[in-house]
Nanobody, 111 residues
Framework: QVQVVESGGGLVQPGGSLRLSCVVSGTVFRILAMGWSRQAPGKQRELVASITSGGSTNYADFVKGRFTISRDIGKNTLYLQMNSLKPEDTAVYYC?????WGQGTQVTVSS
């Protein structure tokens, strides 16, 4: 059974940074394609960034140059480094793979 624990969300001022973490157990982490998505109140969930099993990354246009997805295979952990945060980045952020989703972590960008 896959277990997923997300952390790192919180309240940050515009222009600030946060790093989200997603620890995955119960599966073969290194072969997974994974991603981070987000959902703001009243809006549909949208893909933010993804990483293939080979390590190739892809980003939504609205986060390019600001967010970085990465992983530590030895720690079974997926990361999302978020810089230059904007109020419109406020959302619940989820890590996921083909067969599972994390519980989500709230990111609020506000002064």
């Amino acid at each position: 059974q896959v277990q997923v624990v997300e952390s790192g969300g919180g309240l940050v001022q515009p222009g600030g940074s946060l790093r989200l973490s997603c620890v995955v157990s119960g599966t073969v982490f290194r072969i997974l394609a994974m991603g981070w998505s987000r959902q703001a109140p009243g809006k549909q969930r949208e893909l933010v960034a993804s990483i293939t099993s080979g390590g190739s990354t892809n980003y939504a246009d609205f986060v390019k140059g600001r967010f970085t997805i990465s992983r530590d295979i030895g720690k079974n952990t997926l990361y999302l480094q978020m810089n230059s945060l904007k109020p419109e980045d406020t959302a619940v952020y989820y890590c996921s793979s083909a067969d599972w989703w994390g519980q989500g972590t709230q990111v609020t960008v506000s002064s």
